[in-house]
């Protein structure tokens, strides 16, 4: 029989807190699939992936006997596919481009990498945005500024230098700020920044909050100029928009999505990778309470993982539910 999950705002940001904390694993849970800690790496404290992640701990502690799950802050992609790797971590938020890169061995990985997929989720947005006042109006303008590249091994910092790459630009053509979404947002408001990249769900918090804050102020740049090259790099990178209503734009705000996918170790148990996936959609509602974005959790897409192998356990649930 299913329960009701009450999340409740105080028993979340304890829960987040406390998996903050980190910590060395000190048991093998995930591959003996008898019960233990689990640890879920998430992304910078503001955004959805730190969200999410908190609520996935929150559904897992309340309905899979014999577990205690924590949410890790994490830089993101590259940083959760080396802890999964390296057992720091059992479960990762990961966008689907740098997840492929890590199974194919390029890019930020100098080797195939044994993670699996349990299930693609939500697409990720690439948020651009300058100070108005900066001359920006494209990132070929950004030659010479000061341009956080998001935080370092992250996703976002993947597809930051992919994009200045494509606007015939590198990291030494701008002064780079490496920064995670927190000091970056800080630093767009105090002028210390003139622009930022960031790749994440809708509404990311902090950029929520930098776009109340320094309404008129700021801008997004269009990314569709860029999507032809993008797309040379990855099939993955689509053609999409960041609705106005997200964050209090004048207009839509052309740009590039890519999935987000959930990811494991090859070693974690069938039994507890069944139990992680069904999860995902029995729990679905409790999911969305903590932030829409889980509202795109869909069990007919969710195996479209973009290359990236499900792992046995994952094919096992979607196999039970071929219908939905």
Same mark, same amino acid.
């Given at each position: 029989?299913?329960?009701?999950?009450?999340?409740?705002?105080?028993?979340?940001?304890?829960?987040?807190?406390?998996?903050?904390?980190?910590?060395?694993?000190?048991?093998?849970?995930?591959?003996?699939?008898?019960?233990?800690?689990?640890?879920?790496?998430?992304?910078?404290?503001?955004?959805?992936?730190?969200?999410?992640?908190?609520?996935?701990?929150?559904?897992?502690?309340?309905?899979?006997?014999?577990?205690?799950?924590?949410?890790?802050?994490?830089?993101?992609?590259?940083?959760?596919?080396?802890?999964?790797?390296?057992?720091?971590?059992?479960?990762?938020?990961?966008?689907?481009?740098?997840?492929?890169?890590?199974?194919?061995?390029?890019?930020?990985?100098?080797?195939?990498?044994?993670?699996?997929?349990?299930?693609?989720?939500?697409?990720?947005?690439?948020?651009?945005?300058?100070?108005?006042?900066?001359?920006?109006? %494209?990132?070929?303008?950004?030659? =010479?500024?000061?341009? *956080?590249? #998001?935080? /370092?091994?992250? &996703?976002?910092?993947?597809? @930051?230098?992919?994009?200045?790459?494509?606007?015939?630009?590198?990291?030494?053509?701008?002064?780079?700020?490496?920064?995670?979404?927190?000091?970056?947002?800080?630093?767009? %408001?105090?002028?210390?920044?003139? =622009?930022?990249?960031? *790749?994440? #769900?809708? /509404?990311?918090? &902090?950029?929520?909050?930098? @776009?109340?804050?320094?309404?008129?102020?700021?801008?997004?740049?269009?990314?569709?100029?860029?999507?032809?090259?993008?797309?040379?790099?990855?099939?993955?990178?689509?053609?999409?928009?960041?609705?106005?209503?997200?964050?209090?734009?004048?207009?839509?705000? /052309?740009?590039?999505?890519?999935?987000?996918?959930?990811?494991?170790?090859?070693?974690?148990?069938?039994?507890?990778?069944?139990?992680?996936?069904?999860?995902?959609?029995?729990?679905?509602?409790?999911?969305?309470?903590?932030?829409?974005?889980?509202?795109?959790?869909?069990?007919?897409?969710?195996?479209?993982?973009?290359?990236?192998?499900?792992?046995?356990?994952?094919?096992?649930?979607?196999?039970?539910?071929?219908?939905?």
């Amino acid at each position: 029989m299913r329960r009701p999950l009450r999340l409740a705002a105080g028993l979340i940001a304890g829960m987040l807190a406390l998996g903050a904390c980190g910590g060395e694993r000190t048991d093998n849970a995930a591959s003996n699939g008898n019960g233990g800690r689990l640890s879920i790496a998430t992304g910078n404290t503001t955004g959805v992936y730190y969200v999410l992640g908190g609520g996935y701990a929150a559904v897992i502690n309340a309905h899979l006997s014999g577990y205690r799950a924590t949410a890790e802050a994490t830089g993101a992609s590259v940083e959760n596919v080396r802890r999964v790797v390296s057992g720091q971590s059992d479960i990762a938020f990961c966008l689907a481009d740098t997840a492929f890169d890590a199974v194919s061995g390029q890019g930020s990985f100098d080797s195939k990498q044994p993670i699996r997929a349990l299930a693609r989720v939500y697409s990720n947005y690439t948020h651009v945005i300058v100070r108005a006042d900066s001359g920006i109006n %494209k990132i070929e303008d950004m030659k =010479g500024k000061k341009i *956080s590249t #998001g935080s /370092p091994k992250s &996703g976002t910092e993947v597809i @930051a230098l992919r994009l200045l790459k494509a606007a015939g630009l590198t990291k030494d053509d701008i002064k780079q700020q490496a920064l995670a979404l927190p000091e970056t947002t800080d630093g767009m %408001k105090n002028g210390s920044i003139d =622009g930022l990249f960031w *790749s994440g #769900g809708l /509404p990311t918090a &902090g950029i929520k909050d930098l @776009a109340s804050a320094m309404k008129g102020k700021i801008k997004f740049l269009d990314l569709s100029p860029y999507l032809t090259k993008m797309q040379g790099v990855s099939p993955l990178y689509v053609g999409a928009s960041i609705r106005k209503d997200a964050y209090g734009l004048d207009a839509d705000a /052309p740009t590039i999505a890519v999935p987000n996918v959930i990811i494991v170790r090859d070693t974690m148990s069938n039994d507890l990778a069944a139990k992680l996936t069904a999860l995902l959609f029995d729990y679905k509602a409790d999911l969305i309470k903590v932030h829409p974005e889980a509202k795109n959790i869909d069990v007919k897409t969710a195996q479209e993982t973009g290359g990236i192998p499900l792992h046995p356990g994952a094919q096992q649930y979607y196999a039970q539910h071929k219908n939905g």
